[in-house]
């Protein structure tokens, strides 16, 4: 009350008894905006439900618009508002997201970090009293920051606004989903979250469907998706070609493209004359690209992708992103060059490699995305990451993105064209 | 020629067309062990399926036993040999690894060693043109330091012999495949690698299943499903208890749980008491067990999993590793400790967390496994890998390494009782 201003927002992080009160004396003072972040509502049982209607007849009165209670609110790395419990070094990012949970905010901070990425907007919705998830997905349509928006979802209340408000945003902005409400034991530990009632697997996944709406298996999917629809441009068609160096990591990388629902094209003459000049006889010149081992460790990160985004028959480019770090300081080390003249000399071709790649990806228009085994701290790939190219474990996280950017890409065609094609 | 002993091993790395007498030169010493790393045989075709053929012959004449052509040979920790061109630093391990794909066996080196676990010993089969992968996992079911074997797999030349010698290990061996030959994709790679002839997905599915072997879906799985095959004790049942202090990471982990095939059961009136100690009253005591905010950091890893570990309608518990270091630096700072104080104890109180786990997953006799989001590389995640607990990158992977657990447990216990129930 003896503030000179009336402040924007109200953030109450207080014992449960004296949140009511709180939020009364902050109407008095003419705040409209407030997070609750305090627990002991509806998700308790008992007298809770009764206690948070209070709240939102509190809140009602004085024409409060609030999120939560039991949330920890908001992330804007654009504008340095943090309002969880934890610090957030992400950097400002394009993912916008509104979760059920508070812990997939946070946790998701260092996370995203090390893919080089970071929330536009993050949302904890808590029990959604008043600002529920389809009025923060509604938001992130508009936000000028997000590009992509990732959900986390228990439970839909508003199941028609939902559908309506996720199909206004789709043709221009993809929304990915996880839904975990839907199998039985989902669904159990779901309500006693966040007291929201799931529905069956299939009706969440027909919601999501009709709405345009990509479904998500796992947070690290739901990730992997933002990171590459956020990220890349859009592809003409679901043809991919791999380039590789290594049979089993060819073979692996194939069998990923053609279970998430890709294809793999013949290489035209073109390419394939264009790969003459790099590719030894023991590799092979189908697709996918195994180059076995290349003349000029450069080749691989610059001619030979770049003849490969070049493809005419090929939509993106799905790349083994192993640089032979060891190969190179075994022969250089067999040229009596000293330790220090080794690291030197590794790290400046490495780094002729990376910006190699990432001035590809920069400018050709079309998907690129790598996938590696080991983990992504390896200097190497920390490197391609912080140039902005999205490089994953294993290559079945990498086509899976792929299938979610296709699957995009074409529902937004089928929305240029004719929308009742879709 | 001129060596004053006679070799037990000849690895052979050199160019095509000297491979052939070379082998003949060692079968004349009276060397009868080869490995053939050189390429250029039955997988570039032309020349090559005959020259192939001659190696065979030659190696006949001489009663030589030989790997490849086409590989890069064994990695055995426990004896130290390893005849690839990468150096492994991983530690003498439980996993026997069999793959037709090089670079599988030195990619992992480096990726085991994150796992804190190796090899006992791995193969690159190459083209198989003598000993393949059916030899390969017959000496690994022999040999005492394999307690799982791992395949990779392209495709099989000899399926009966496969399914025969799977059928002899499996009841006291767990064998877990990957076979990427299956798709329309994967089988095109697979055959311009190593000239090998894929099967339609179902044929495989259908051997792996009639021989007893479980199937993973990537390499990270397979070498997930090898983790806890090979360091866990077997579980009675399917029954799976979440500890968490989270909503989301418990509805997720749930979720994945029942998808993973597997059950959540309630916790006996037994269980709940003595988490009536621990847990206050905004958590739950349902399962997953949510216990938010303990009052003491350490009773999250000792009394409360102590507890779960004992409930006599769970087989395994399911832990949600975080702990909360910023929290506790938060509120050291707030009792005005130093730097040096707070990293000082933060160290302490993790290292004791860490050793509480541990030792009950020592003494338990149950499954234990631990998901979280953030990087293994975490502090925290680091020390409980080395503890030996198996620690997993979301709950969907931990899950379904549980399930692969449960099936091979159960497949054993079928054996016991009557082995015509399988």
Avoid at 197 to 209: H, N, Q, V
Avoid at 366 to 376: A, D, E, F, I
Wanted: proline share 6%; net charge neutral; hydrophobic share 35%.
């Amino acid at each position: 009350m003896d503030l000179p201003e009336v402040p924007d927002l109200a953030v109450l992080v207080l014992p449960t008894r004296i949140v009511l009160e709180t939020l009364d004396a902050c109407g008095q003072k003419g705040i409209r905006h407030a997070i609750v972040v305090s627990g002991g509502f509806k998700e308790v049982g008992g007298d809770g439900p009764e206690l948070e209607a209070q709240l939102k007849r509190t809140a009602a009165k004085y024409d409060i618009r609030f999120l939560g209670p039991n949330c920890i609110g908001v992330a804007n790395p654009h504008h340095k508002l943090n309002t969880t419990f934890l610090p957030d070094n992400s950097k400002p990012g394009y993912i916008g997201f509104a979760s059920q949970s508070g812990s997939f905010v946070t946790q998701m901070f260092g996370y995203l970090s090390e893919m080089n990425q970071g929330f536009s907007t993050a949302f904890s919705v808590g029990n959604e009293a008043d600002v529920d998830i389809v009025d923060c997905m509604e938001y992130l349509g508009a936000c000028p920051h997000t590009k992509v928006i990732g959900l986390y979802i228990e439970g839909i209340k508003r199941g028609s606004a939902f559908v309506r408000t996720a199909k206004a945003i789709v043709p221009y902005k993809p929304i990915v989903a996880l839904y975990v409400g839907g199998s039985e034991t989902g669904k159990r530990a779901g309500f006693s979250h966040t007291g929201a009632l799931a529905g069956p697997d299939e009706l969440y996944d027909g919601m999501f469907r009709q709405s345009g709406i990509i479904r998500a298996q796992s947070l690290t999917e739901l990730f992997d998706f933002c990171w590459v629809l956020g990220g890349m441009p859009r592809p003409k068609g679901p043809r991919v070609v791999i380039q590789t160096h290594s049979g089993g990591p060819g073979a692996s990388a194939a069998d990923a493209v053609g279970r998430a629902g890709l294809e793999l094209p013949t290489l035209s003459r073109e390419t394939e004359e264009k790969l003459s000049r790099f590719v030894p006889h023991t590799g092979s010149v189908g697709n996918p690209v195994d180059v076995t081992f290349s003349k000029n460790p450069l080749d691989y990160f610059n001619g030979i992708p770049e003849a490969l985004l070049g493809e005419k028959n090929g939509d993106m480019l799905l790349f083994y992103a192993l640089t032979p770090a060891q190969g190179i300081r075994r022969a250089l080390k067999f040229m009596k060059a000293t330790e220090d003249q080794m690291t030197e000399r590794i790290q400046k071709i490495m780094e002729a490699q990376c910006q190699a790649l990432a001035s590809l990806f920069n400018s050709r228009g079309k998907p690129l995305v790598c996938y590696v085994w080991r983990g992504l701290d390896e200097p190497f790939t920390k490197r391609l990451i912080s140039e902005g190219i999205p490089t994953f474990l294993g290559p079945e996280r990498a086509a899976r993105a792929l299938s979610a950017l296709v699957h995009y890409s074409r529902s937004q065609q089928a929305t240029d064209r004719d929308p009742s094609e879709d």
